[in-house]
Structures are given as structure tokens and as C-alpha cells.
């Protein structure tokens, strides 16, 4: 009995001291909230050391048989768990493919593998084939030398633009390039570089090593609502030079966490097959996530998940701390991408359309859990920054094209945007399309091409 005694003594006391390391490494000496790994081996040794010390208890008071029913009890109830968590991982967690096979880069933080095609499915809203052609871009092979008379229009973006939920052809910029060769104005091609999870810094840096070789005539920079502090992110972590250029975001630090390191590896597996397991960790991290400041948020926390945070200057009433930083460093990229379309002698658009809370009460429903307040309504939302980048571009001699209006002016019978995705629909691609080929045809004529 008395080895039993110093076996669970040491059962105690080790658990608490390897629970308190793993928060001191995590809270302290790392800075970082607990996470999917974290939480769980945190609650399973501070559970252990309760039962050891109420086993010890027992033992103590001569009542050994309930020791081991205690921990017969607990045995069976960790095996419950485990059976109804797996069998519900199997049957309710959708198994999704939507990404696409990116890459690390180091100077546009990553980027697709070349001559890929690759399935992007939802359970409830799409599947879809994506093409990753030659140069590494959606959609068809591209000939680096232009036909002749040919008009090269190189649209930026994030995965609103790269097409996240459509097919190759559905993408706004594909239904961009058959509006225009349809219009009898001349013979276009336009070449999709948007890219999942990009921001204007990136995109600066992404056209800054590609405008040569595309040679486009006309450059179009698609700003998405997450730019705002997708860019803040971006620019924390950037290689910056003489004159406060970006030269680069190197994103193989990030890549090595999220995707080969020992922790990530085990919460892909967590959230992959333990159904339970998944919503007791988001239910904890969502709580984490509104108590959290704009400096905590990183490119795990503020770009690869829901966090309310990311779309909070878009609410009325609500001005997240540092909007003004923000705002900065996407004027500051944009009016790079402009002088740098100058020098190379093509013009330059800034294009902004809105997410699906932000045209009608009844797009994307589904999907805003995570993402807003509960029962955020059009009524809620603010323009300012669209104002804000309007208003900046109107200073700044950058043709700007305000995509809100005619999202929200929709009369057609299909949605715009995915029940639970946050992507549009082919419809909403066209609604774009049809938005930006009318500021080209009918306000500016495309420039003439050797």
C-alpha cells in the first residue's frame, strides 16, 4: 500500500508540474493563448492529479475498493467519450477540400504549385475542379508573349478573385475577359492572379516581380473586407527597405507551424476526427478570441481562422483599436501598385466589393457564426471604409470602381453568396464582372497594344 501511495504522490505532483511548464511555455515564454493542443493535455494532467489526490484520499480513509471503482469509473468514462467523439468525427465532420496546394515563399509569404488541378468540394455548397496553370495562377495556360493587338488586363486579389468555390470559367475574371471580347471593342485576355489570403503588400510585392514578364496594359487591385487587418499581419511580419518598401513577407516560419510541426499535426488530426473534442476547442477559442487585441492576432489567428475582429471596422458603432495604422498600410501598398503600374506605362484600377452581411439580410447566413456578433444585420454595418479608400484613391488619381451598389441593387433569382462559405456564387462572379466591364467600356477605353 505504501508504494501505491508513492506512485500516486508522484502521479500528483508530476501532472501539476508538467501542467504548469506547459502554460508557462505557452503564456510566458512563447506569448500565445492556449490552443488545440495545448487546452487538452492542460485539462487531462490537472484531471489526473484531482484523481490521484482523491485516490490518495481514499486510500487513506481504508477504502481502497472505492479507489479502484473511482478509477474503473473513469476508465469507462474516457472510453465513452473517446467512441462517441471518433464516431461522431465520422459521420458529422465534413471532409472537406477546398485548398489548394500552396507553397512557402519568401517573398510573397506562399503561392501555388504550377500545372496542378485539384478538387475544391463543401459538403453544402460547392465541387468544383480548380486548374493551377502554368506560371502558377487559376485558370488556363498563359502565353508570356502577347498577340499581337491584344489588351493584357492582370487582375490582383485575394480568394474572392482567385474563384474559391467556382468553376475555372465561373471566376469574375474569366466572365471579365468574354464580356469584353463580346463588346466589339477590341480582343482581350485577363490573367486571374488572385491568390487565397493575399493582401495589397503582397500583391505589390507579387506584381513588383511579374509586371516585366506580364506586361500588362491594365492592372485591377480587388480589395476584400479582410484586407484590413489581413495587410496589418502581413506588414508586422514584412522585410521592409530603404524608403519603407516591402520587399518581402517570408512565409516558411509560418508554413513549418501551421503544417509541419508535431502540434499542428495533432490539432489537424483533432479536428479532422474528434467531433466533441473540435466544438468544446472552438467554443474555448471563440471565448479567447473576444477577449483578444488587435496585437495579438498573428497569420494563424487573424488569417487561417474565423475571428470576429477581422471584419469589426466594418460594423457600425465598433472601430477597432489601430483602424488608422490599418488604413496606412493598405493606402501605402495601393499607391505603391499605382506609381509602379506607372513607371511600367499601364494604368491602374482599385476595385472593393462587400461580403455577403453586407448586401442583404439573407446572403450567407449559414456561415456568419464566428465571424460577426449574433444577429448582425445589413442595418449594422458601416461604409467608412469604402469611404475612407474612396476618398483616398480620389486624392490620389486612382480610378476607383465601387462594386456595393450593384451587389446591393441584385434582383436576380440565385444567390450571390454560399450558404455557409463566405465565397460568391457563379452569380456573384458575374455581378463583379459585369461591374468592372462597364467602368471599362463605358469610362475608360481600354489603352491600344503593339
Given at each position: ?31 500565445k ?6 487546452i ?20 487513506k ?16 468514462l ?8 471518433l ?19 519568401d ?33 488556363e ?8 493587338g ?10 474572392f478573385?482567385?474563384?474559391?468555390g ?19 471593342t ?28 506580364l ?54 488530426w ?5 467531433f466533441?473534442?473540435t ?21 494563424q ?78 442595418a ?18 486612382i ?12 434582383s ?10 463566405i465565397?460568391?456564387?457563379p ?5 463583379m464582372?459585369?461591374?468592372i ?8 477605353s ?5
Amino acid at each position: 500500500m505504501k508504494t501505491l501511495a508513492a506512485i500516486l504522490y508522484a502521479d500528483v505532483a508530476v501532472s501539476l508540474i508538467l501542467a504548469a511548464a506547459v502554460l508557462v511555455r505557452s503564456l510566458v515564454i512563447l506569448g500565445k493563448p492556449l490552443g488545440a493542443v495545448t487546452i487538452p493535455i492542460v485539462v487531462i494532467l490537472v484531471l489526473n492529479a484531482v484523481l490521484g489526490a482523491v485516490t490518495l484520499l481514499a486510500l487513506k480513509k481504508d477504502r481502497g475498493r472505492m479507489a479502484a471503482r473511482l478509477w474503473l469509473f473513469c476508465f469507462i468514462l474516457v472510453v465513452m467519450y473517446l467512441v462517441l467523439d471518433l464516431a461522431g468525427g465520422y459521420f458529422l465532420i465534413a471532409k472537406n477540400e477546398v485548398h489548394t496546394q500552396k507553397l512557402p515563399d519568401d517573398y510573397v509569404h506562399h503561392k501555388y504549385a504550377p500545372n496542378v488541378t485539384q478538387r475544391g468540394y463543401h459538403p453544402v455548397d460547392f465541387d468544383v475542379g480548380i486548374r493551377i496553370n502554368n506560371i502558377g495562377f487559376r485558370g488556363e495556360d498563359v502565353n508570356l508573349e502577347k498577340e499581337p493587338g491584344v489588351s493584357r488586363i492582370v487582375m490582383l486579389g485575394d480568394s474572392f478573385t482567385f474563384g474559391a468555390g467556382v468553376r475555372d470559367d465561373e471566376t469574375f475574371s474569366a466572365v471579365l475577359e468574354e464580356i469584353l471580347n463580346a463588346s466589339g471593342t477590341g480582343k482581350f485576355e485577363v490573367l486571374n492572379l488572385g491568390v487565397e489570403s493575399y493582401s495589397p503588400v503582397l500583391e505589390y510585392i507579387l506584381l513588383k516581380r511579374n509586371i516585366d514578364r506580364l506586361d500588362p496594359g491594365i492592372v485591377i487591385m480587388n480589395l476584400d473586407m479582410s484586407d484590413i487587418m489581413n495587410e496589418f499581419v502581413y506588414r508586422k511580419q514584412a522585410s521592409i527597405g530603404t524608403g519603407g518598401e516591402p520587399e518581402a513577407v517570408d512565409g516558411r516560419e509560418d508554413y513549418a507551424r501551421s503544417r509541419e510541426g508535431t502540434g499542428a499535426k495533432i490539432e489537424k488530426w483533432i479536428y479532422s476526427h474528434m467531433f466533441i473534442t473540435t466544438a468544446l476547442l472552438e467554443m474555448l477559442r471563440a471565448k479567447t478570441n473576444r477577449s483578444a487585441t488587435v496585437e495579438d492576432v498573428n497569420v494563424q489567428t487573424g488569417i487561417e481562422r474565423k475571428w470576429e475582429l477581422i471584419l469589426e471596422h466594418t460594423l457600425d458603432g465598433r472601430e477597432p483599436e489601430n483602424l488608422r495604422e490599418m488604413y496606412g498600410m493598405v493606402e501605402d501598398s495601393i499607391l505603391r501598385t499605382k506609381q509602379l503600374c506607372d513607371s511600367h506605362g499601364c494604368e491602374f484600377i482599385l476595385a472593393i466589393y462587400p461580403w455577403g452581411y453586407q448586401v442583404s439580410d439573407s446572403e450567407w447566413v449559414s456561415g456568419r457564426e464566428g465571424w460577426l456578433p449574433e444577429g448582425t444585420m445589413v442595418a449594422d454595418t458601416s461604409d467608412r471604409t469604402v469611404e475612407e479608400l474612396e476618398s483616398f484613391a480620389r486624392k490620389n488619381g486612382i480610378s476607383f470602381i465601387n462594386a456595393f451598389p450593384d451587389f446591393r441593387s441584385y434582383s436576380g433569382d440565385g444567390p450571390l453568396y454560399f450558404q455557409y462559405d463566405i465565397h460568391w456564387t457563379p452569380e456573384g462572379h458575374k455581378v463583379m464582372a459585369e461591374t468592372i466591364a462597364e467602368h471599362l467600356l463605358d469610362d475608360k477605353s481600354p489603352p491600344d497594344e503593339e
